[in-house]
């Protein structure tokens, strides 16, 4: 069975780090460009950050530059994505998510418009509140 697995959700306050993980099982990772989305309550699900199999091909939303780093760990069979400096407005469920069935290249910043996606996790909380 197919499936993405996050970890390292939680609570933190403003200007606080968080870092979530994202595995796999029933395939690997490391075939595949790997994308981090969040949705906050009452808004539409939005792509975050998203990285090929290269590291330097990573993008990443306007609002979170300079702040979230994704990276890549094939040996782990692991996607991270580093949050700093976080905001209230950075809550949400973070889910990662991957194209497994895409017969194409999809780009990143396609990736994380949600082209190709067929494979979600289940999601990780990430509240950001004094």
């Known amino acids: 069975q197919v499936q993405l697995v996050e970890s390292g959700g939680g609570s933190v306050q403003p200007g606080g780090s968080l870092r979530l993980a994202c595995t796999s099982s029933g395939f690997s990772l490391n075939y595949y460009s790997i994308g981090w989305f969040r949705q906050a309550p009452g808004k539409e699900r939005e792509g975050v950050s998203c990285?090929?199999?290269?590291?330097?091909?990573?993008y990443y939303v306007d609002s979170v530059k300079g702040r979230f780093t994704i990276s890549r760990d094939n040996a782990k069979n692991s996607v991270y994505l580093q949050m700093t400096d976080l905001k209230p407005e950075d809550t949400g469920i973070y889910f990662c998510?991957?194209?497994?069935?895409?017969?194409?290249?999809?780009?990143?910043?396609?990736?994380?418009?949600?082209?190709?996606?067929?494979?979600w996790g289940q999601g990780t909380q990430v509240t950001v509140s004094s």
């Open positions: 990285v090929g199999l290269q590291e330097n091909s990573a």
């Open positions: 998510a991957a194209p497994i069935g895409a017969r194409e290249i999809i780009f990143t910043q396609d990736l994380c418009n949600m082209k190709g996606v067929d494979t």
